[in-house]
């Protein structure tokens, strides 16, 4: 026997619209949980304070009694003239004028003979390069050109037999070129020596060694003697270097 349904009695028909349903419902439910928020609420109290009567305080009153000062005391001056005679005639004394006028007469003259004139000698500077007769070093002799060529050699000799390295420069590895500036004077004596370098012991020991030179024979202009400066580079290196 064939069993028959009725199909407005099958309860699975729209179980799946059901499901879907439901689940939406639930999600909506489950956000809404998520996203209610709640908030602390704090109780307060307010009063009201009446004040039925004011109260004033009384303030007493101070009274300062200040004496004034005494009034200062009343200073009589007395006025006294008194007239005296003249009794002795003052002689006035006349101031005479000591300027002289165009009309005034100088009687005292000065003859020319008597202004006697001191002549001053100038103190010649001649450069080394262009002095008719070069100064002479010691033991240097011939006409000018061997003369300086003498001279520069001496000065050669000279600084090779005196060189001394300083001791500070030499710790240091301090070296470099010095030149040193100095003037042979109308007299045959160094002067005004200078030096400049890279370092203010290497310029000690240049001017030491040019200090020590030996007195010369001055140099020559037109027959008169003249200074003579002169200037010559000193090479501080040390070995190895």
Do not use: W
């Amino acid at each position: 026997m064939e069993v028959k349904k009725n199909p407005s009695a099958d309860v699975g028909r729209n179980s799946s619209l059901y499901f879907a349903v439901g689940l939406n419902i639930m999600l909506l439910l489950t956000y809404f949980g998520f996203e209610y928020k709640t908030y602390d609420k704090t109780l307060s109290e307010s009063d009201i304070l009446m004040l039925s009567e004011q109260l004033e305080e009384d303030i007493p009153i101070t009274n300062i009694e200040i004496t004034p000062p005494p009034p200062p005391p009343k200073t009589v001056v007395t006025e006294a003239i008194q007239v005296v005679e003249d009794v002795a005639e003052i002689e006035e004394t006349v101031l005479e004028s000591t300027e002289i006028g165009q009309d005034d007469v100088i009687q005292e003259v000065v003859a020319v003979d008597d202004v006697e004139v001191e002549e001053v000698e100038e103190d010649i500077e001649v450069p080394f390069a262009v002095i008719e007769r070069v100064p002479t070093f010691p033991g240097c002799s011939g006409n000018n050109d061997e003369l300086r060529a003498c001279f520069q050699r001496k000065i050669t000799e000279h600084l090779q037999k005196n060189f001394r390295y300083p001791e500070v420069a030499e710790e240091l590895g301090i070296t470099g070129k010095v030149y040193v500036f100095f003037l042979i004077d109308k007299n045959g004596n160094i002067t005004k020596v200078k030096s400049r370098g890279p370092d203010r012991h290497l310029e000690t020991e240049a001017e030491r060694i040019i200090k020590i030179l030996p007195k010369m024979i001055p140099g020559k202009q037109r027959d008169r003697n003249v200074g003579v400066p002169y200037s010559i580079p000193i090479n501080f290196q040390l070995r190895g270097n």
